[in-house]
């Protein structure tokens, strides 16, 4: 199973993100609002993350780490 991290205080919630996952996990955007006042993505079902890290390519910031 793989291990997905989100620097969330670097996330500019672009939601490039969300549109990559083969999978079709839930990559959303939070609720809470960070220190640069945009709303972070996160992982709601990481159960079915296959760890293909096609997230953490297309992310411009860098926010996302993938780990197998």
Do not use: Y
């Amino acid at each position: 199973m793989a291990k997905v991290t989100f620097h969330e205080e670097r996330c500019k919630g672009c939601k490039l993100c969300t549109t990559v996952c083969p999978k079709k996990i839930v990559i959303m955007l939070e609720d809470k609002i960070n220190q640069k006042g945009f709303h972070p993505a996160g992982v709601s079902d990481m159960d079915k993350c296959i760890g293909c890290a096609f997230c953490a390519t297309i992310c411009p910031d860098c926010v996302i780490e993938v780990e197998k």
